[in-house]
């Protein structure tokens, strides 16, 4: 076969063009046609992020530092507790203070609006075994395509700046809590919604005070995972005008200063170690409440 069609034989076929300028058209049109709109959910996610982010900048930094060791000190322990202190300190000795305020407003925004499009769907793929096959090629083409990607889209329908950052995160950091919450809801003992059945209670009953609550375990688990994606999304974000540390370490590796980009890059280390250790014990301990 190799003497049939020679070495190095190309592709007969190249329908890249055809179909990649049809996709530009396809955006074209859905930004000009919907534009309002988008203009609108952007105003929107704005004042929400701006007003988170008002908030952390506006409370003194010790205040911050003192709530932070007592949620760890409550859920992990008192040497976790000690961790955090010094983790945020170094994090102000730094020079990063602001910066790291900004990089949490961005992921309080990206994890809540996550968590508000991603339960919803997670219920429908636990109810709906047809909604569930759909889904999961979607969520699975959302985690591996390159996240750089996502960045040309969200540019062309929300602009530059932190907004289109938002959205570009909830598409990367979404998928593991519609997953978790699926397979929590699909692992609720099928005796136990035999029960709560037999008792008369209603669809929406039997959702929000047997199954969510006994699946909640499972849903933290995915809120952690979603969290510490967002993190990572936080230096690709930077490329389309996101803030915080994201945008310290953009900046220092544009201006090859290695030094800079190493303490930005442990910034964002710190609040994820925190940030996981915290939702991962708590997550632990709902579980533990519920085996008693």
């Known amino acids: 076969m190799v003497l049939a069609w020679g070495p ?4 007969p076929l190249d329908w890249s063009r055809g179909i990649s300028n049809r996709i530009n058209d396809w955006v074209d049109d859905i930004t000009v046609a919907w534009g309002p709109v988008f203009d609108l959910v952007a105003d929107a996610v704005l004042r929400f992020l701006l007003w988170i982010e008002t908030a952390f900048l506006w409370t003194p930094w010790p205040v911050i530092v ?4 007592l949620i760890a000190w409550v859920t992990v322990g ?3 507790s000690a961790f955090a202190v010094v983790a945020l300190l170094t994090t102000g000795v730094f020079g990063l203070w602001a910066s790291a305020m900004e990089t949490m407003a961005l992921i309080v925004v990206s994890v809540f609006l996550s968590i508000v499009v991603g339960i919803p769907f997670g219920v429908l793929a636990a109810r709906s075994n047809t909604f569930d096959a759909v889904l999961k090629p979607l969520l699975d083409g959302m985690q591996t395509m390159p996240s750089f990607v996502y960045l040309v889209p969200v540019v062309m329908f929300f602009g530059i700046g932190n907004v289109p950052a938002v959205f570009a995160t909830i598409i990367y950091a979404a998928p593991p809590t519609i997953r978790f919450t699926s397979l ?3 692992e609720v003992s099928p005796q136990v919604v035999e029960a709560a059945r037999s008792f008369g209670t209603t669809h929406r009953q039997l959702l929000f ?6 699946a909640l375990p499972t849903i933290m688990a995915g809120i952690n995972q979603t969290t ?3 993190l990572a999304m936080m230096v690709i974000a930077s490329l389309v005008g996101a803030g915080g540390l994201g945008e310290d370490v953009q900046r220092a590796l544009s201006r090859a200063q ?3 980009a190493l303490l930005g890059g442990l910034g964002i280390v710190f609040l994820a170690i925190i940030i996981d250790r915290i939702t991962q014990a708590w997550a632990k301990s709902r579980q533990e409440a519920l085996r008693t």
């Open 209 to 214: 005070k047997v199954q969510l609550p006994m």
């Open 8 to 11: 190095r034989t190309e592709f």
């Open 228 to 230: 510490m994606m967002a």
């Open 78 to 80: 008192w040497k976790f």
């Open 66 to 69: 003192v709530g932070a060791a």
């Open 258 to 260: 290695p030094g800079q």
């Open 184 to 186: 929590g809801i699909r």
